[in-house]
């Protein structure tokens, strides 16, 4: 154990010290050492094996800044990145920020309706693409305020009916190259969240809540990438928060190796690990359930692997044991984290990774934690089931343009709600056990049931409808709707397809369709969501 982290008033804190915050905006931060990396290879394409150093990141980030300052980007402009995964992709991130923008990602599966809400809730006015989605991109971009397209192609495109080729502006002379100094409390990045109820909004990070992130996971008992010879499997989606501050920040701000992968495929998957000698893998459940169970691992030499990391979703004890045996890498913890959180909050320090593998650890440095009755509102001593509340220099400045969503899960005292259900053990370790709020998690991706049933009560046959999420082993919960008949014809294919052809693939409802003859509600019009997981079981 490491020290008395529960305090009298029940507040839990961090076992490691508090972190000093970065004196400088998130590029200074994660660029600062980039001269001192020099010639080793920052980021490599898992499987094109295109690589680049950091001298090469940190050249391109400028000249791509510059080149957009040409094109008309500005300080505190938006843009949005739609592109899965690649070494320039954090070319486009960095650059962005260099020139004083605000980044907004966004998945680059969902269908061009779910982008274009993206669009224009961030009021984006560029957007960064590869070619193949350059069509749903184009639709996307109607009646939002993009006005220029930033195609991630080989081909010097040149400026034409709003199109830009990222070629034409990496070889921008860099001579408007020229990071404006940033109040850190201003917004960095855009990530989307559904928070606790609702639809998704634009969690507002700023500088200082990610940058402060970066530091507080840094400890030899958490994420030590600083050891020399460091190198990450870039699998997650750097559109999201887990991706886009745990593994590609981190890695790019201590000098470790990252390769990239644009999308998650057995057989690229384990290669990766064989032929790049990956030692660090910051993984989600499924992908930890695919390593326990599937047999193709056995065909793969990944005695590279030293540790794994899961987060953003629950995963049981069991799979964390399993996973460790046949992999038999050194050490596998559990992270928690919220996209409001910048994102992580909690994590098993390395030396306990195997010894509670239901926890999802200890607060990280600079993090405090309460377990909070939901109807009293008291901060629970340890072993006590109750609301998980955060507070620490990671927590959001709030949701773009909804002070009310803000208000509702940030207090006066800078205590953010989080929607989780957990308990603390007496070593100060923490569990999270259930969820408060709607928010369903597919293959550790968000699902906003209000997103959903938005959608189904505009079908014409439909009349009412509640989404919720059914425990499933292989993606970890598979959404189900209950729905409420308007017009007797409508069956369960018709209302599955209608989503598939409006939702990005883990939104549809695979958890199948029930109609029911009403939805239970409170008093007040709130779903009773609690019932309906109850009748589901
Ligand atoms: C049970 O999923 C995330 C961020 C996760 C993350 C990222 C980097 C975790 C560790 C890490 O290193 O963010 P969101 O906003 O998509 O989803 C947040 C929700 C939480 O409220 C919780 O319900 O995801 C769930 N969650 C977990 N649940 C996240 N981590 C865990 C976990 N166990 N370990």
């Not at 001269?35 to 400028?62: C, P």
């Not at 070619?131 to 220029?148: D, V």
């Not at 919220?338 to 993090?367: F, I, N, W, Y």
């Amino acid at each position: 154990t490491f020290g008395h982290t529960i305090q009298p008033t029940n507040i839990v804190t961090s076992p490691f010290p508090e972190i000093e915050p970065s004196p400088v905006d998130f590029y200074r931060h994660v660029l600062q050492d980039f001269s001192k990396f020099g010639k080793k290879i920052a980021i490599v394409d898992g499987i094109s094996w295109k690589e680049y150093s950091f001298n090469q990141i940190d050249e391109l980030t400028s000249k791509f800044s510059s080149g957009l300052k040409r094109i008309g980007f500005k300080t505190g402009d938006v843009l949005s990145i739609v592109a899965p995964n690649s070494p320039e992709y954090s070319v486009l991130f960095f650059g962005a920020l260099a020139s004083g923008g605000v980044v907004t990602t966004c998945n680059p599966t969902y269908t061009a309706d779910e982008i274009c809400f993206q669009f224009k809730n961030s009021n984006a006015k560029m957007v960064a693409t590869i070619p193949a989605l350059l069509p749903t991109i184009q639709e996307a971009c109607k009646g939002s305020n993009i006005e220029t397209i930033i195609v991630l192609d080989d081909e010097p495109r040149r400026a034409r009916d709003g199109l830009v080729s990222y070629q034409s502006l990496i070889s921008d002379s860099g001579s408007l190259f020229d990071p404006p100094s940033i109040d850190l409390h201003e917004t960095a990045v855009l990530p989307y969240s559904s928070g606790t109820t609702g639809l998704p909004k634009g969690v507002m990070l700023s500088h200082k809540n990610i940058a402060s992130n970066v530091t507080q996971m840094h400890h030899s008992e958490f994420f030590d990438l600083y050891i020399e010879g460091s190198c990450l499997i870039g699998v997650l989606p750097f559109f999201h928060i887990y991706g886009m501050i745990v593994i590609r920040a981190s890695s790019l701000r201590y000098g470790s190796r990252l390769v990239t992968l644009p999308k998650f495929e057995p057989e690229t998957f384990l290669a990766a690990f064989q032929n790049h000698r990956v030692n660090t893998a910051p993984l989600v459940p499924p992908l930890v359930l695919f390593l326990a169970k599937h047999p193709l691992v056995n065909s793969y030499n990944l005695s590279s692997l030293d540790q794994i990391m899961t987060g953003a979703a629950p995963v049981g004890g069991e799979t964390v044991k399993a996973t460790k045996e046949r992999v038999g890498c050194r050490v596998i913890r559990q992270l928690y984290g919220l996209t409001e959180t910048g994102p992580v909050t909690h994590m098993t320090p390395k030396q306990q990774g195997m010894t509670k593998p239901d926890s999802v650890g200890v607060c990280l440095r600079s993090v405090n934690t309460k377990i909070v009755s939901p109807e009293t509102g008291e901060a629970l001593p340890n072993g006590e089931e109750g609301e998980l509340l955060i507070s620490g220099p990671n927590v959001m400045k709030g949701y773009l343009n909804r002070p009310d969503a803000t208000k509702e899960c940030i207090n006066e005292d800078g205590w953010f709600s989080t929607g989780d259900i957990g308990y603390y053990d007496n070593e100060g370790y923490f569990y999270i056990t259930d969820r408060l709020k709607e928010l369903i998690k597919v293959k550790g991706l968000q699902v906003a049931p209000a997103e959903i049933e938005a959608l189904l009560v505009l079908h014409p046959k439909i009349a009412e409808a509640a989404v919720i999420g059914l425990p499933d082993e292989r993606q970890g919960e598979s959404p189900k709707a209950f729905v409420v008949k308007k017009d007797e014809g409508v069956n369960e294919k018709e209302v599955v397809d209608y989503i598939a052809k409006k939702l990005a693939v883990h939104k549809h409802l695979t958890g199948g369709v029930e109609f029911v003859d009403v939805i239970p509600k409170s008093a007040s019009g709130k779903i009773l969501r609690r019932m309906l997981r109850d009748q589901s079981k």
